[in-house]
């Protein structure tokens, strides 16, 4: 089995939506209604992680000391455990990973919009989007 931080990952899917505002990066899983807030370099992981960079390519770039790695692999398997990142199929990207300096990265897990989320009609869409309106005379199902 690979060390993770060898991997290559990307979103979960399309239910795992994300943005950065400033210092700050917000992931929301639509799926599960929960959002997370990244500090430190978690935002930097985040963004080289779903560019499709491994955590290694991370670390070299960062050059996290043997500490700053073992923080580093465990924010990716963080992130892995609350269904976040998903393995990719493809090679990593060999063009460099771009960092900041070097911060312990954290993340901060919310349920304040869970319900919110997880009643939003959006949810109810079908392939054919949303809001999906049937033609008179049409069964659904």
Do not use: C
């Amino acid at each position: 089995m690979s060390d993770p931080i060898d991997l290559v990952f990307s979103a979960s899917g399309p239910e795992v939506i994300f943005e950065n505002f400033g210092d700050e990066m917000v992931v929301a899983n639509l799926a599960s209604g929960f959002f997370y807030s990244l500090d430190g370099s978690g935002a930097d992981i985040w963004n080289a992680l779903v560019a499709g960079h491994t955590g290694r390519q991370f670390i070299a770039a960062s050059r996290a000391d043997a500490e700053g790695a073992a923080e580093i692999a465990r924010f990716i398997a963080e992130l892995r455990s609350e269904g976040l990142l998903a393995e990719a199929a493809h090679p990593a990207k060999p063009d460099p990973v771009s960092v900041a300096a070097f911060a312990r990265p954290s993340m901060q897990k919310f349920d304040d919009l869970q319900g919110l989320l997880l009643v939003d009609p959006i949810h109810e869409a079908s392939p054919a989007g949303w809001p999906f309106v049937q033609a008179p005379g049409e069964s659904h199902g």
